[in-house]
């Protein structure tokens, strides 16, 4: 079956401009993450949807950050007044279940979105 | 804070040879996760192998194995018979449990490099 996809996979935009970076999770996962991940470090997490809820934007760097599920499908991460230090790679992942009790399931990855802010 | 701390930024090993992969986290919680991933050069990054802290056995998946120490809050990665396609970037990750947060926690990588 398909993967988490993610569009576009590279984006270049001008800073103070508005982005949208799209996620297309497995059919059928409640859970999705929002990533970021900067050159050269590992995966920092934004956000984590509990199908159309965010139940954790604790990781969401300030209020340009924005996330939305509203069919508890598709998401989009949207980053207003971008800035050159938003440039990385955007990472989305969907599990099946996200926690419960037998602990975190297997989370899928999606290739990520390239942002460049020049 | 949880920290995940990765000191190899690279390593080599000949293909067929074992190698192992160093991580280590801070923690004053007493039950959490820990994972291995790994992201070739397409980016998307795949779950390797996974320990729950209360279980004390070490964990194995096929060539894959991990040498759990918690009390020296030690998460290493053992790669056996290393293949070619074992060339990715590796990260160690952790996530707590049942505290409300469902942050994953990332180290910052090792980069393994298999020679032929």
């Known amino acids: 079956g398909a993967g988490v996809s993610q569009t576009p996979s590279n984006k270049v935009t001008e800073k103070g401009k508005y982005v949208e970076l799209r996620c297309d999770p497995i059919s059928g996962h409640t859970a999705l993450y929002w990533y970021r991940q900067s050159l050269g470090q590992g995966p920092e997490f934004l956000i984590y949807f509990q199908g159309t809820g965010a139940a954790d934007d604790s990781g969401l760097p300030n209020d340009r950050f924005f996330a939305v599920r509203p069919e508890g499908s598709v998401s989009t991460l949207k980053i207003q007044r971008t800035e050159r230090g938003d440039s990385a790679v955007y990472l989305c992942?969907?599990?099946?279940?996200?926690?419960?009790?037998?602990?975190?399931?297997?989370?899928?990855f999606g290739p990520g979105t390239r942002l460049t802010v020049l | 804070a949880q920290t995940v701390t990765q000191s190899q930024p690279e390593m080599s090993v000949q293909e067929a040879e074992t190698v192992t992969l160093s991580c280590t986290y801070d923690t004053s919680e007493s039950d959490y996760y820990l994972f291995w991933y790994k992201q070739p050069p397409s980016r998307q990054m795949i779950l390797v192998i996974r320990?729950?802290?209360?279980?004390?056995q070490n964990a194995t998946e096929n060539r894959f194995s991990v040498n759990f120490q918690k009390a020296a809050k030690s998460f290493s990665l053992k790669i056996s018979d290393s293949q070619l396609g074992d060339a990715a970037m590796y990260f160690c990750a952790y996530r707590s449990v049942g505290s409300g947060t469902y942050k994953y926690i990332f180290g910052t990588g090792t980069r393994l490099k298999v020679l032929a």
């Open positions: 992942a969907s599990s099946s279940r996200g926690t419960g009790g037998f602990g975190p399931d297997t989370q899928y």
């Open positions: 320990q729950e802290a209360y279980k004390q």
